[in-house]
């Protein structure tokens, strides 16, 4: 959804001027950004860059940039909007931990950002672009997790690289068995991959549409609205309780595994979002369910513990102020107050909704301020955000843990 003109509205963790406010002051309500670009089309975080979209196909960034996250060529983070030289028409863009990805109205990938782990395929302060797909395939759909890639062509094979220690790429590495039989292989998780290769789905043809990733899991949505989730399952997010064997591979799922549609009540998935451990999805009857993490309230509604450890994960951004037992769903819960909803984003482990009345709703971790509302208490049942500053949202954004909406 594009407007011409708008207030554009800011808040949450502001470490390094994410917030696009000319400071480094996390804010716990809604602020005003002064002189955003016209007609912005898509909002979007990494842990602590900002980027947004122009209907003009523009990219406009803020916040750190020590990696090179924000494409222009320097580490100096930026506190106000700068818009990125040198770029070809955008269509799409979306934001790791520290690293960008986006989609040219022709269809090529371009990243930028840290490539400590592969991720962007390429060594990039400056976008460049990624030339590994086949020839003639376009690129219509990217996700970016903590330290891995993910980008769907226009003939639904889903193509993944970066970290993989976790299974989040999808797919095995054969090596060959080192004192065994000859020529015996033994099948391994990548530990990670510097070029996007194909996610593996056996002999199943499917069409994938939409993919979206977490901090360790990944997600295909297909053209027949079933989903596809691989990766770390620690948290319930893929579906199957986690084990309580404390060995890093025992919640592992390497390969795309189908939550069909009785995982959802019979219903077909419409749209897919992710959080770093916890999923939100709407299905086609307008119901929004999420599962997963839900110890800092981030499924929308407060659930009885039913397993896990506080142990932290040991991953940036996180467990960050995490005071309480674990908590999840492994099973979709409804979350009603957004039946019918016109817009999700999902931050690390807090959520934003638009309601089909324009109301804005966040919920979920709130350290920072993210919910919105004055407080740094975590927020377990979606609560509305006053926009009055800004007018009746008409888009939202998120970052690990910083909020961003446009208003009318």
């Given at each position: ?169 999808g797919r095995f590495d054969d090596q060959a068995r080192a004192g065994g039989q000859a020529g015996a292989e033994l099948r391994v998780v990548p530990e990670k991959s510097d070029q996007p290769q194909p996610v593996d789905f056996g ?206």
């Amino acid at each position: 959804m594009a407007a011409s003109s708008g207030s554009l509205l800011a808040w949450g963790a502001n470490s390094f001027g994410q917030l696009a406010l000319g400071h480094t002051r996390d804010c716990l309500i809604p602020e005003v950004v002064d002189h955003p670009p016209e007609g912005i089309v898509s909002l979007a975080g990494g842990a602590g860059h900002t980027t947004l979209l122009t209907e003009s196909g523009k990219v406009f960034m803020c916040g750190s940039n020590f990696k090179g996250q924000l494409g222009l060529g320097h580490t100096q983070n930026m506190y106000r909007l700068v818009e990125v030289p040198d770029l070809p028409r955008i269509v799409k863009v979306t934001c790791g931990w520290d690293h960008t990805l986006a989609i040219t109205d022709k269809g090529h990938l371009f990243s930028w950002g840290s490539n400590m782990f592969g991720q962007l395929a390429q060594n990039a302060r400056r976008p460049a672009r990624i030339p590994a797909f086949p020839s003639g395939q376009k690129v219509v759909d990217i996700a970016a997790g903590l330290r891995h890639s993910l980008a769907v062509t226009e003939d639904g094979r889903v193509w993944s690289w970066g970290s993989g220690v976790k299974g989040q790429l999808g797919r095995f590495d054969d090596q060959a068995r080192a004192g065994g039989q000859a020529g015996a292989e033994l099948r391994v998780v990548p530990e990670k991959s510097d070029q996007p290769q194909p996610v593996d789905f056996g002999e199943e043809t499917v069409k994938i549409v939409q993919a979206a990733a977490g901090a360790n899991h990944s997600v295909g949505l297909s053209d027949e609205g079933v989903v596809y989730v691989w990766g770390e399952n620690k948290r319930g997010q893929l579906g199957e309780e986690p084990s309580s064997d404390s060995v890093a591979k025992a919640d592992i799922i390497p390969l795309p595994k189908a939550l069909d549609r009785e995982f959802f009540g019979g219903r077909s998935v419409l749209r897919i979002h992710s959080g770093w451990t916890h999923m939100v999805a709407m299905l086609d009857d307008k119901t929004v369910v999420a599962w997963g993490r839900n110890d800092y309230g981030q499924l929308g509604c407060p659930t009885e513990p039913e397993g896990g450890d506080a142990e932290a994960e040991g991953e940036p951004g996180e467990d960050n102020g995490e005071q309480s037992p674990s908590k999840y769903s492994c099973t979709p819960i409804e979350v009603p107050t957004l039946q019918g909803c016109s817009q999700i984003a999902c931050g690390a482990e807090h959520n934003l909704a638009i309601t089909e009345d324009q109301v804005l709703l966040a919920w979920g971790w709130n350290e920072h301020g993210m919910c919105g509302d004055a407080r740094v208490i975590d927020v377990h049942t979606p609560k509305k955000v006053d926009t009055r500053l800004g007018g009746k949202p008409v888009l939202i954004g998120s970052g690990a843990g910083h909020c961003l909406a446009l208003c009318e």
